[in-house]
């Protein structure tokens, strides 16, 4: 896939936005930790609504055929670009309001619940759109996933209780991006690239999968506006 994309722009797409996060969080000033948080979220948001507002109704007006060529050479770049902005953009997020000084009650609690809440339904519907969970090895990795996940919650409890509504929101809308992108959206890009590698491509299937990735990016730039009006509350109005 990296070949695909152009390995150049493979490795850009993930390292660049990753290890700006990394000197954000141990060596930048808050500032700059914001800056990076911020401008991963702008890219993510305006290429999801672009996708949906611009490429999609182009994309719907062309043949199947035109369609699946363009999805062949749209999607190898949008596996690596994509989930990097998400990850840097939700971790970004979550290292700033530890470090930020805000209210953030229960904040331990609330975080491992957020991962319970992402982690294993990302990787349930991962496995199910892959048949993966008839693979021994698809069980043994879901399963550490799922204990894991479950040990950090248990040890997190008896510090439970309720966090600020404006964190509550925003955590409930990241658990929602995170299973759509990583569960949903990511796979599907998978799935057209291995049809893609195919002896015999089915373009109907490029088509159909890409035009569905299309259209849940528009729901993914709706809960992304929403988070940036929690985030805006955040910080002008909530505290």
Do not use: C
């Amino acid at each position: 896939m990296g070949t695909r994309a152009n390995p150049a722009f493979a490795v850009g797409a993930v390292v660049v936005p990753v290890a700006l996060l990394i000197y954000a969080v141990t060596l930048g000033t808050i500032q700059q930790h914001t800056y990076v948080h911020v401008m991963a979220g702008v890219l993510w948001t305006g290429i999801d609504l672009f996708m949906a507002a611009v490429l999609g109704p182009v994309l719907g007006g062309l043949a199947v055929e035109e369609r699946a060529n363009v999805f062949q050479r749209f999607t190898p770049k949008m596996t690596f670009l994509m989930p990097s902005l998400a990850l840097v953009t939700i971790a970004g997020g979550i290292t700033l309001a530890l470090r930020g000084g805000w209210v953030f009650p229960h904040a331990h609690a609330w975080l491992a619940l957020l991962t319970a809440a992402t982690l294993v339904p990302a990787l349930a519907l991962i496995g199910w759109q892959f048949d993966a969970f008839t693979d021994w090895r698809w069980l043994v990795a879901f399963g550490v996933a799922l204990a894991g996940s479950g040990v950090y919650l248990a040890t997190t409890l008896p510090d439970f209780g309720m966090t600020s509504p404006v964190f509550a929101a925003a955590l409930g809308i990241v658990a929602v991006l995170s299973v759509l992108g990583f569960g949903v959206l990511m796979p599907g890009e998978v799935k057209m690239y291995l049809e893609m590698r195919s002896p015999d491509p089915d373009t109907d299937v490029i088509s159909r999968i890409g035009m569905r990735n299309a259209k849940l990016s528009a729901i993914q730039g709706g809960f992304q506006l929403a988070i940036v009006a929690v985030m805006v509350y955040l910080r002008w109005g909530g505290f």
